[in-house]
């Protein structure tokens, strides 16, 4: 493959695991909302999983099970690592009368999110996982054509 494209499928590469990382991480900020649609009260979190579904379809589609996986695993431990970095930022004092934010409302915002922080990532593994795992089942079933014929099983698979 020449130079010039592998660049390009690098670059691809790159942008979509930027996408995936930053939905992912931001899910998990903002988890802690609660909202309510008609009679169902349900965390803002979702708002950014399908982004997070549809870059794993593509990354599977293109760079294989392999890139998913390790992209995956990546991300859980980015997570893992913005969490850490909120427990350190709630533990050190604000700036009495400066800052914006007192140390109560910072906490409030960010310091209960990390109660479900292990959980979450877990669960983000599993179904990493097992997503990867349907779309090949069903790439093997189907073929390599009919992408959306794939995705569309594969989801309703997974729910």
């Keep these: 493959m020449p130079f010039f494209l592998k660049a390009k499928k690098y670059l691809v590469f790159v942008i979509l695991a930027g996408i995936f990382i930053t939905n992912a991480v931001t899910a ?30 593509l990354i599977i589609e293109y760079f294989g099970e392999k ?14 690592y913005s969490f850490l970095i909120l427990l350190l930022a709630t533990s050190i004092p604000a700036a009495k009368g400066i800052s914006p934010v007192n140390d109560a409302q910072f906490t409030a915002v960010f310091g209960q999110s990390m109660w479900i922080v292990g959980g ?27 992408i959306l014929l794939r995705a569309g ?7």
Excluded: H, Y
Aim: aromatic share 14%.
């Design 120 to 146: 979450s990532i877990i669960a983000f593994l599993v179904f990493q996982f097992m997503d990867v795992t349907v779309f090949w089942f069903f790439k093997n079933c189907i073929g390599n054509n009919k």
């Design 28 to 57: 998990e900020v903002i988890a802690e909302k609660l909202i309510q649609i008609g009679p169902f009260l349900m965390s803002i979190g979702i708002l950014p999983w399908p982004i997070v579904f549809l870059t794993t379809d």
């Design 67 to 80: 890139g998913v996986k390790k992209l995956s695993l990546i991300t859980a431990d980015l997570i893992a």
């Design 153 to 159: 099983f594969k989801r309703a698979a997974l729910g």
